[in-house]
């Protein structure tokens, strides 16, 4: 079974302040998806990564692909209230077709 | 109006009881899961089905059971519900040309057994 384990677990920051969460494994995987869900919803997708080393934007936050594929952070920027909820990570074993998720990180971010 | 939708959101029942969820999709896609949410485990696959004559045990099925009733809709029953059942339950979606099985999820179903 592979394990994706997201740290922190819980992260409570002031706005404007930048941030990082993990999500790490001892399996490769051939893609890389975060989420992030918000009370009373499910998760929505922000990005995909695939390639080991590969950095992706969207807008303040920044996403990268571990060199071996084994691992994921996500950075924000001048972090804002909006940014609030529980961010997920999910990986992907190409030909299989199931996504293993991690445990998640549930961030807050202090007007 | 949201592309998948689950009934009921909000469920209240005893041990013993017979529950089903029901997930309803209108994205066309082939692809349907069943995952659980648990504080600080993140979400576990339950059963997932590729069509409509497709049904797969994900890494929790025991003490569930789904059907695939149409290619857009996919539901999710307890048989005889256990108070270690409650959690959010939540169905997702995924289309067959997603390269790699990006998924689209429902509000999500709160279920208390008691």
């Known amino acids: 079974t592979q394990l994706l384990e997201q740290s922190p677990q819980f992260l409570s920051i002031q706005e404007g302040e930048n941030l990082t969460v993990y999500c790490n494994s001892s399996?490769?995987?051939?893609?890389l998806q975060w989420y992030r869900q918000e009370p009373g919803e499910g998760p929505v997708l922000l990005v995909t990564v695939v390639t080991g080393g590969e950095v992706k934007k969207l807008k303040r936050l920044t996403f990268q692909f571990g060199d071996a594929r084994k691992d994921s952070s996500l950075h924000i920027t001048a972090a804002q209230p909006g940014d609030t909820g529980l961010y997920l990570c999910a990986g992907g074993l190409g030909g299989n077709e199931k996504l293993t998720f991690g445990t998640g990180t549930r961030l807050t971010i202090i007007p | 109006d949201a592309d998948v939708t689950q009934t009921p959101r909000n469920r209240i029942t005893k041990t013993g009881k017979r529950i089903m969820l029901e997930c309803s999709q209108t994205k066309g896609h082939d692809r349907m899961y069943w995952y659980r949410q648990d504080p600080g485990l993140g979400l576990r696959l339950i059963y997932y089905?590729?069509?409509?004559?497709?049904?797969n045990k994900g890494e929790i099925s025991d003490g569930y059971s789904v059907s695939r009733q149409a290619q857009a809709k996919f539901s999710l029953s307890l048989e005889s519900a256990i108070p270690n059942q409650t959690a959010l339950y939540f169905c997702a979606t995924s289309g067959r040309g997603a390269l790699y099985n990006e998924q689209f999820f429902g509000p999500g179903t709160r279920l208390t057994v008691l």
């Open positions: 399996s490769v995987f051939s893609s």
């Open positions: 089905s590729f069509d409509v004559k497709d049904i």
